[in-house]
C-alpha cells in the first residue's frame, strides 16, 4: 500500500534530495488507471519539491511494469493517459533514472524511455510486445527507441515483438547500465550519481544521431520491411510499426508521435486487434479449472518417464529436457530405443544448424535424456507418460503393469490421441492418477497440452498436469473424454467436408488454397500429406469406415510426403506440393464412379464448408460440457492446428459473423448432402434464435 495511492509509493533517500517512486499494482504493474494517476501526482511532487535533485522510478522484483492495462482497451478512455505522463518526464529538469528489475514490456518499457536514464538487472528484459495484440507501441515507443539505437533494430524489436535480455538492450543503447547485486541500492548510487553530475538531463527525442544512417539510406527501412513483413502476409499491425519507425525518422518528433497515435487509433479498433486481445486472456483462462478448490497442492515433479521412444515420446522427452526436468525413455528392445533417441539429438542439431541453439545447450539437454529397455524404471517417474502405439489392449497392458512399478501418488498419463481414457484409467487400481496428457506433433514444438480429465481423475492430477504443462511451456486446456478430444474431434468435420468437396467438384488445391487465404498456415490436403495417409488409412479400416478418396489414394501407395505422393506430388527431397493431373484424374474417376455430377465450387463455399461444421462441432462439445469455455476450444486450434491468432480461434470468429448466418449456412448444405454432422447444432440454434454469441455462455465444468 503506498502512500500516493494503493499502488504508487514515494518516498524520499539522502535527506530527500533523492525521490524514490515505486510502482506495486500486482502481478506485473500493469499500467491501469490507479498507477497512472498515482504515477502522475508522485511525478509532480517530485518536480515541485525543491529539495529533490533526482528521481528513481522503481517496481517490483517480477515487472518494473508489464505495460497498459490491456483489460482497459475497448474501454472509454480515462485520463491521465500513458501519453500525458511521459510528456510530464519531458517537463522535468530533474533526472529521472528507470529502475527495471523483471520486465518492462510495451507501455512499461515506454515509461521506461520516457525517463532520462534506465538501468537494469542482469535477467531483466524490455521489449514492445504490442504488435502481438495487433498494436503497435502507443506512447511513443515507437519515436523515442529508434531514437536510442537506430531505425533498423528498433523496427526489428517493434515489428518482431520478442522481449530483449538486458544484456542485449545495452550493448544497443537501449540501457545505459546492467547492474550487480543489491539492484535497488545500486540503482540509487547511479541516481544519486547523475543528481550529483548536474546538468540538463539526456531526453531520448532530443536525439538525432541513431536516426542517420537511415535518413542518409531511405530505402533502408524499405529493405528491413521487406524481411519483416514477408511471414506476416498484409496484417495491419506489423505493416503500421514500420510506418511508425518511419515517421520516427522522416518527421520531427511531436509530428512523428502524432502519426504514432493516429496509426495506435487505427489499430485499436481493428478486427485483428480484438482477436488478438481476446487470445491473450483466453489463454490465460484457459489454464484455470472452474471447480479446483483453493486448496489443492499440486505434486512434486523431479523426474520424467516417458514409453515409447517413436515420434511423439521422443518429441515429449525433449520437452522436459527442454525445461531441465530428467527424463527416461523407455522403449522395448535397443533398437528402436537409439533409433529413438538417434532422431532426438538430430532434431537438436537441426535446431543448431538454423542458430536457434548451441552446441553446449543441446549437450545440456540431452544429458537430461537417458534411454533403457529395462520396464522397472517406471519406478523413477513422478510422473509417466505413456506413448506406445494405438492400441488399446496393449495400453491396458502396459497401464497395468505401471500400476504395479510406478511410485505412489505418481501422475500416471496417456498419449492417446483417440481411446478412451476412463477405459485405460481401469487397467489400474490407482484411476485417480490417471489422465491424458495429449501433446501435438511435432511434440516439442506445438504449444498446445489437452489435458483429459477423465471421470476419477483427481484434483491433485489435474493441478499437477496444468503445472507440468506451464514448466514445459505448453499452453494448456482441460478436456473431457470423447471422440477425438476437442481438437480432433472438430478436425473429423472438417475432413468429412474436404472429401465431400473433391466428390462434388473441388481439387485438393482449390480446397488448400481457400484454407490458405483464410489464413492456416497449410490446408488439410497438403497437412495430409505431411502427416501421413496411411495413418487415417489405418484408422478407417479398424473402424469399417471409408473415404473413397484417400482410400484410393492410399491403395496406390500414395501415403503423402513419404512416399513422394499423396495429394500432391513431391520432387525428391522437396516438401513443396505439386498439383499432380493424376489426383486429378483419380478424383474425377471416383466422382463418376460414385454417380456424383461434378459442378464448380467456389471459394466462399469451400471456406464456409471448411470452417462452420467445425463451429457446429465445437457447439455439441459445449453442450455435452466436453469443453469448459468457447475460449478454450479458440486455444486449442490456435496453438494445435494454426488457426490465425488474427481471427481469434473458430468460436471467436463464430461470433465475428453471427451465429444466425452460420446456423442458415449449415442448414442449406445439410439440406443438400448425406453428412448428418452439418445440421445445426442445438447450443448453435438456440445461441442464434437469442442472438447471442458463444461468448455468452457461462464457464462450466467438464463433465465426467
Ligand atoms: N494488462 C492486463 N493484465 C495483464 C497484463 C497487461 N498488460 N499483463 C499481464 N496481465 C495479467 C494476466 O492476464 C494474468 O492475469 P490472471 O492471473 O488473472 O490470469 C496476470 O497478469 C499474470 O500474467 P501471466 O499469467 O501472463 O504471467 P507470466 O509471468 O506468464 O507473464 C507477462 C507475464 C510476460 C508480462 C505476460 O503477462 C505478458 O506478455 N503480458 C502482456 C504484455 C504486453 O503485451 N504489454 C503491452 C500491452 S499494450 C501497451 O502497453 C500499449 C501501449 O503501447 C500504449
Ligand atoms: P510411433 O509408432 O512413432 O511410436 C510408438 C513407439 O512405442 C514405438 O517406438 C514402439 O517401439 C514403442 N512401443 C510399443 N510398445 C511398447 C512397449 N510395450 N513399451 C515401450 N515402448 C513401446 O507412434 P506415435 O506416433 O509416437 O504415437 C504414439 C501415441 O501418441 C499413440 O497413442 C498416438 O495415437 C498418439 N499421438 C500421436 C500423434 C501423432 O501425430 N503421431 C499426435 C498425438 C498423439
Not at 518536480?47 to 528513481?56: F, K, L
Not at 486472456?281 to 523431479?302: C, N, Q, T
Not at 468460436?651 to 465475428?656: C, G, L, S, V
Request: charged share 25%; aromatic share 6%; glycine share 10%.
Amino acid at each position: 500500500m503506498g502512500n500516493i495511492n494503493a499502488v504508487v509509493n514515494f518516498e524520499t533517500a539522502d535527506d530527500g534530495r533523492i525521490a524514490v517512486i515505486s510502482l506495486d499494482n500486482p502481478p506485473v504493474n500493469a499500467l491501469g488507471h490507479a498507477l497512472r494517476s498515482g504515477l502522475v501526482a508522485a511525478i509532480e511532487r517530485a518536480r515541485d519539491d525543491h529539495a529533490v535533485a533526482a528521481v528513481m522510478l522503481i517496481g517490483t522484483a517480477r515487472a518494473f511494469s508489464a505495460g497498459a492495462d490491456i483489460s482497459e482497451f475497448g474501454k472509454p478512455r480515462k485520463p491521465p493517459s500513458l501519453i500525458d505522463i511521459v510528456a510530464l518526464l519531458d517537463t522535468l529538469a530533474k533526472p529521472v533514472v528507470a529502475a527495471i528489475s523483471g520486465l518492462a514490456l510495451g507501455g512499461g518499457f515506454e515509461l521506461a524511455l520516457g525517463c532520462h536514464y534506465r538501468v537494469a538487472t542482469q535477467s531483466a528484459r524490455v521489449g514492445l510486445p504490442e504488435v502481438k495484440l495487433g498494436l503497435l507501441p502507443g506512447a511513443g515507443g515507437t519515436q523515442r527507441l529508434p531514437r536510442l539505437i537506430g531505425a533498423e533494430a528498433a523496427a526489428e524489436i517493434i515489428i518482431g515483438g520478442d522481449p530483449v535480455p538486458a544484456a542485449k538492450a545495452l550493448a544497443l543503447g537501449a540501457i545505459d547500465a546492467v547492474l550487480e547485486g543489491d539492484f535497488r541500492a545500486k540503482a540509487l548510487d547511479f541516481t544519486r550519481a547523475k543528481a550529483a553530475a548536474g546538468g540538463k538531463p539526456p531526453r531520448a527525442r532530443d536525439r538525432e544521431d541513431k536516426l542517420a544512417p537511415a535518413k542518409a539510406d531511405p530505402a533502408l527501412l524499405d529493405r528491413v520491411g521487406e524481411k519483416l513483413l514477408r511471414r506476416v502476409k498484409g496484417l495491419p499491425a506489423p505493416k503500421a510499426c514500420l510506418d511508425a519507425v518511419r515517421a520516427a525518422v522522416n518527421l520531427a518528433f511531436d509530428e512523428g508521435q502524432k502519426k504514432e497515435l493516429a496509426l495506435f487509433m487505427e489499430l485499436l479498433t481493428s478486427p485483428e486487434s480484438k482477436a488478438q486481445r481476446h487470445v491473450f486472456f483466453a489463454e490465460r483462462e484457459a489454464a484455470k479449472l472452474p471447480d479446483m478448490p483453493a486448496s489443492v497442492k499440486e505434486k512434486p515433479i523431479h523426474r520424467a518417464v516417458v514409453i515409447g521412444a517413436g515420434t511423439m515420446g521422443g518429441g515429449i522427452a525433449m520437452c522436459f529436457a527442454n525445461a531441465g526436468i530428467p527424463v527416461r525413455v523407455i522403449e522395448t528392445e535397443q533398437a528402436a530405443l537409439t533409433r529413438g533417441l538417434d532422431r532426438v539429438a538430430e532434431n537438436y542439431r537441426i535446431a543448431i544448424s538454423r542458430g536457434s541453439l548451441t552446441e553446449a545447450e543441446m549437450d545440456k539437454r540431452m544429458a537430461q535424456i537417458s534411454g533403457t529397455i529395462d520396464f522397472g524404471a517406471v519406478a523413477e517417474g513422478d510422473v509417466v507418460i505413456e506413448a506406445v502405439f494405438e492400441e488399446m489392449d496393449l495400453k491396458r497392458r502396459i497401464f497395468a503393469d505401471i500400476d504395479r512399478l510406478a511410485k505412489p501418488g505418481a501422475l500416471l498419463a496417456s498419449n492417446t490421441s483417440t481411446l478412451d481414457i476412463n477405459e485405460i484409467a481401469r487397467a489400474t487400481k490407482r484411476p485417480e492418477d490417471v489422465l491424458g496428457m495429449h501433446f501435438f506433433s511435432p511434440a516439442n514444438v506445438m504449444r498446445l497440452l489437452e489435458i483429459v480429465r477423465a471421470s476419477k481423475t483427481s484434483f491433485e492430477a489435474l493441478a499437477t498436469a496444468l503445472s507440468i504443462g506451464r514448466r514445459i511451456g505448453k499452453v494448456t486446456s482441460v478436456v473431457g473424454v470423447c471422440d477425438g478430444f476437442v481438437g480432433n474431434r472438430m478436425l473429423a468435420r472438417r475432413t468429412t467436408q474436404a472429401e465431400m468437396l473433391l466428390l462434388e467438384g473441388a481439387l485438393p488445391w482449390d480446397v488448400d488454397a481457400a484454407v490458405l487465404a483464410f489464413g492456416f498456415p497449410m490446408g488439410p490436403f497438403a497437412m495430409g500429406d505431411l502427416a501421413g495417409l496411411d495413418v487415417g488409412w489405418r484408422i478407417r479400416k479398424a473402424r469399417g469406415v471409408k473415404a473413397a478418396i484417400s482410400d484410393t489414394l492410399c491403395e496406390a501407395g500414395r501415403f503423402g510426403q513419404k512416399t513422394g505422393a499423396g495429394y500432391y506430388r513431391y520432387e525428391p527431397g522437396s516438401r513443396t506440393p505439386n498439383p499432380d493431373p493424376e489426383v486429378e484424374k483419380i478424383i474425377l474417376a471416383t466422382s463418376e464412379r460414385l454417380g456424383i455430377k461434378r459442378r464448380r465450387i467456389g471459394a466462399e463455399e469451400i471456406t464456409e464448408r471448411m470452417m462452420y461444421p467445425m463451429i457446429n462441432e465445437g457447439a455439441r462439445i459445449l453442450e455435452e460440457r466436453m469443453a469448459m469455455r468457447a475460449s478454450d476450444i479458440d486455444i486449442i486450434w490456435i496453438y494445435g492446428y494454426g488457426w490465425p491468432v488474427w481471427r481469434g480461434g473458430p468460436m471467436f470468429y463464430a461470433d465475428q459473423v453471427g451465429l444466425s448466418h452460420i446456423r442458415d449456412r449449415l442448414a442449406h448444405y445439410a439440406a443438400n448432402s448425406t453428412d448428418k454432422m452439418l445440421t445445426p447444432a442445438p447450443w448453435l440454434e438456440k445461441l442464434a434464435a437469442e442472438g447471442k454469441g458463444f461468448a455468452s455462455l457461462p464457464v462450466q465444468t467438464i463433465a465426467v
